[in-house]
């Protein structure tokens, strides 16, 4: 069973930064991760989604602050967010997706944005 694990969340003021991770508890082939966020009373939201070729993209809302990145040894998937704004208060969630079937969620990680 897949499992994958955000961490990295937390408190942060606004104009500071935070890095999340999303670790898969095993290796398997993916065809592109990303990350979501859900604030309060918000839809969840796709925030940026990096490809198996490297290819990434994001939200307008994010672009130019925040990056996501990928350790291809590990699956392993990051997103450092600098210039926080309390806009950006929600739960995170990595998803990875495979070529067959719906993918996989992480449980989510807080980032609260607060002076």
């Known amino acids: 069973q897949v499992q994958l694990v955000e961490s990295g969340g937390g408190l942060v003021q606004p104009g500071g930064s935070l890095r999340l991770s999303c670790t898969p508890n095993i290796i398997f082939k993916i065809t592109a991760m990303a990350w979501y966020r859900q604030g309060p009373g918000n839809q969840r939201e796709l925030v940026a989604q990096?490809?198996?070729?490297?290819?990434?993209t994001y939200a307008q809302s994010v672009k130019d602050r925040f990056t996501v990145s990928r350790d291809r040894a590990t699956n392993r998937m990051y997103l450092q967010m600098n210039s926080l704004k309390a806009d950006d208060t929600a739960v995170y969630y990595c998803h990875f997706s495979m070529s067959k079937g719906p993918g996989y969620w992480g449980h989510g990680t807080q980032v609260t944005v607060s002076s």
């Open positions: 990096i490809t198996a070729d490297g290819s990434t």
